[in-house]
T-cell receptor, first 113, second 112 residues
Framework: AQSVTQPDIHITVSEGASLELRCNYS??????LFWYVQSPGQGLQLLLK??????LVQGIKGFEAEFKRSQSSFNLRKPSVHWSDAAEYFC???????????FGKGTRLHILP | DTGVSQNPRHKITKRGQNVTFRCDPI?????LYWYRQTLGQGPEFLTY????????KSRLLSDRFSAERPKGSFSTLEIQRTEQGDSAMYLC??????????FGSGTRLTVV
């Protein structure tokens, strides 16, 4: 069965600093991988996705993620965060057979001015 | 097409009452999913449909929960005899394949 681990419940960074959010997954084959963002009281917005090919994936809002098969990881990065990036970030793994997506518990990002 | 639509946005109900939520997916999407999200947690898979067929139900979906997708279009999720532990955001998503989901804004249920 697929599963996702986001080891950091909270992350605090200063505005303008770089960011890396960790994600590890468990799946028997090559999964689909996603990062979603959720602002308070809002729905889930897709930041980026990996299905195959280039392991470095570019997303919206200046985010990128790198798929590392050997480490079963799909970490999210941004070179310089903005105050508006404060939100909850969810990593998710998808099953190519039925498109079912399993989410991690999320990492809440706090931005210091 | 305005995306995935969920109604109502909010629902407050007394314990023991039945509630029903509706999800209208993107029209060309054949797969529809229901998730539940509690405060501080990620969305948890409940069930999914391919067209009108319900193909999988999570063990989280007790006998008090039922979902339908008649004619493979909109879907409903009904909770009977609601309990306080049912209070959560109920999310619907649809997809036509390996493109990632489009989520609705959710229905927030509060059981008092």
């Amino acid at each position: 069965a697929q599963s996702v681990t986001q080891p950091d419940i909270h992350i605090t960074v200063s505005e303008g600093a770089s960011l890396e959010l960790r994600c590890n997954y468990s799946y028997g084959a090559t999964p689909y991988l996603f990062w979603y963002v959720q602002s308070p009281g809002q729905g889930l917005q897709l930041l980026l996705k990996y299905f195959s090919g280039d392991t470095l994936v570019q997303g919206i809002k200046g985010f990128e993620a790198e798929f590392k098969r050997s480490q079963s990881s799909f970490n999210l990065r941004k070179p310089s965060v903005h105050w508006s990036d404060a939100a909850e970030y969810f990593c998710a793994v998808g099953n190519p057979r039925d498109d079912k997506i399993i989410f991690g518990k999320g990492t809440r990002l706090h931005i210091l001015p | 097409d305005t995306g995935v639509s969920q109604n109502p946005r909010h629902k407050i109900t007394k314990r023991g009452q039945n509630v029903t939520f509706r999800c209208d997916p993107i029209s060309e999407h054949n797969r529809l999913y229901w998730y539940r999200q509690t405060l501080g947690q990620g969305p948890e898979f409940l069930t999914y449909f391919q067209n009108e067929a319900q193909l999988e139900k999570s063990r989280l979906l007790s006998d008090r929960f039922s979902a339908e997708r008649p004619k493979g279009s909109f879907s409903t999720l009904e909770i009977q005899r609601t309990e306080q532990g049912d209070s959560a955001m109920y999310l619907c998503a649809s997809t036509s394949g390996a493109q990632g989901y489009t989520f609705g804004s959710g229905t927030r249920l509060t059981v008092v």
